[in-house]
Nanobody, 127 residues
Framework: QVQLRESGGGLVRAGGSLILSCTAS????????MGWFRQAPGKEREFIAG????????YYSDSVEGRFTISKDNAKNTVYLQMNSLKPEDTAVYYC????????????????????GGQGTQVTVSS
């Protein structure tokens, strides 16, 4: 059974930075695309970043492109989300997700390729 554990959230002022981490178990991490989602109060869960299983290709939503960076350390079974130039509208619970099947059987760039199972980590950006 896949287990995902997010960490690194917190309270930060607008313009600041945070790095989120997600450690995975129960899967051959190096063969799975990984992604990050977020959900703000009263809003749908939003797919914001995806990374190919090898770590070489990435996808970003328009809302975070140029400010956030997703990366993957296959030796540590960990995916990261570096968040810079944070805005109050980035306030949300952030979840990581693993692809529903390995390698390029699905794409890393669409929401439907992922299952998310972690508890999430809260990010709050004050103005």
């Amino acid at each position: 059974q896949v287990q995902l554990r997010e960490s690194g959230g917190g309270l930060v002022r607008a313009g600041g930075s945070l790095i989120l981490s997600c450690t995975a178990s129960g899967l051959t991490f190096s063969t799975y695309h990984m992604g990050w989602f977020r959900q703000a109060p009263g809003k749908e869960r939003e797919f914001i970043a995806g990374i190919q299983y090898s770590g070489t290709m990435t996808y970003y939503s328009d809302s975070v492109e140029g400010r956030f960076t997703i990366s993957k350390d296959n030796a540590k079974n960990t995916v990261y989300l570096q968040m810079n130039s944070l805005k109050p509208e980035d306030t949300a619970v952030y979840y990581c997700a693993a692809a529903i099947s390995p390698y390029d059987s699905v794409t890393y760039a669409v929401k439907s390729s992922f299952n998310y199972g972690g508890q999430g980590t809260q990010v709050t950006v004050s103005s």
